[in-house]
């Protein structure tokens, strides 16, 4: 029953590929890339551009339905359950994923000896609260939260620009424009993400405004993802590749005047505030889509289960 404005859908929406993307991102994209890492968001966009167009267009051909409801109309209820079971089992499998992802990068860097599922299950139980206080709490914490990671990442660049070495870039496009394709493929995954449009369009306040700002979203993603990876680009060059996370190791090395350093501490608690959007955003269409596919009322009594 929440509603939330175009603007904080955009800002959900931003967050559930970027706050795990910016971190491991410039080396998946590097390994078929390589030099040319930058370009593959710009290619990857498409999917999202193509998404947002298309949640739109069927959440104003069905208004006041998600799409587990509006499936049933289009496919017949048998095929339309089906279609919809793919859906959650790809938002659980991909919500799994973005946990474990969220859980090996705070184990790695940070807490080495806490057991992994301890870390998880405290984040996940978090998200759990989170998403049963409602949506227009979720768009709140991403009003607050998602400011902060993108100052987050304007500051770190700016920051390391006295290290970085643009000639990294050059030659561009050397063996043409199958190793971006092939690069882009890994942040297509991350764009997939924007169909969770079609879950939220119906609870816009504002839904004229609902492809303007998903196409916001969408553009800002892109952008982001394409300043971190040049941004590892000209720090590390060729060996972006052989870095698991080469955000935190460019985070270690910002030193501003012998004085401002050793700020991954900093940088971590505001990234996780960002990941805490993101496990929310995934966990929300998850509960939501399976509450509706088994037809209730409410989703809040399927919250803990499946987070569990």
Request: hydrophobic share 55%.
């Amino acid at each position: 029953q929440g509603k939330v404005s175009s603007y904080k859908m955009a800002l959900l929406l931003y967050a559930m590929p970027i706050a795990t993307g910016i971190v491991i991102l410039p080396a998946i994209t590097a390994k078929h890339a390589e030099r040319n890492l930058w370009i593959s968001p710009i290619v990857a966009s498409l999917v999202g551009f193509l998404l947002v167009f298309v949640a739109y267009r069927l959440g104003k051909l069905y208004p006041g339905k998600t799409v587990m409801e509006y499936s049933i109309d289009i496919a017949g209820r048998i095929p339309g359950k089906a279609l919809g079971f793919v859906f959650l089992f790809f938002y659980l499998h991909l919500g799994g994923i973005v946990v474990r992802q969220y859980g090996e990068f705070i184990v790695g860097n940070f807490f080495l000896k806490t057991p992994m599922v301890v870390v998880m299950g405290i984040t996940v139980f978090a998200c759990a609260i989170a998403i049963r206080s409602g949506l227009e709490v979720l768009g709140r914490c991403s009003q607050s939260f998602i400011v902060l990671l993108v100052l987050l990442v304007a500051a770190v660049t700016a920051l390391l620009l006295p290290n970085m070495k643009p000639k990294n870039l050059l030659p561009i496009l050397e063996y043409g424009m199958m190793p971006v394709i092939r690069g882009a493929v890994s942040p297509m995954d991350w764009f997939s993400s924007f169909f969770a449009l079609a879950f939220l369009f119906p609870f816009l306040g504002d839904k004229d405004k609902g492809m303007k700002w998903g196409m916001i979203s969408v553009f800002a993603v892109m952008l982001t993802m394409v300043v971190t990876n040049l941004a590892a680009l000209f720090l590390f060059g060729e060996i972006t590749a052989d870095l698991t996370y080469p955000t935190m190791v460019a985070v270690r090395q910002v030193s501003l005047a012998g004085f401002i350093e050793h700020i991954e501490a900093i940088v971590m608690s505001i990234w996780i505030l960002g990941a805490f959007i993101q496990i929310c955003m995934h966990f929300y269409v998850i509960v939501l889509g399976t509450a509706q596919w088994l037809g209730l009322n409410a989703y809040r009594p399927l919250v803990y289960p499946l987070g569990f």
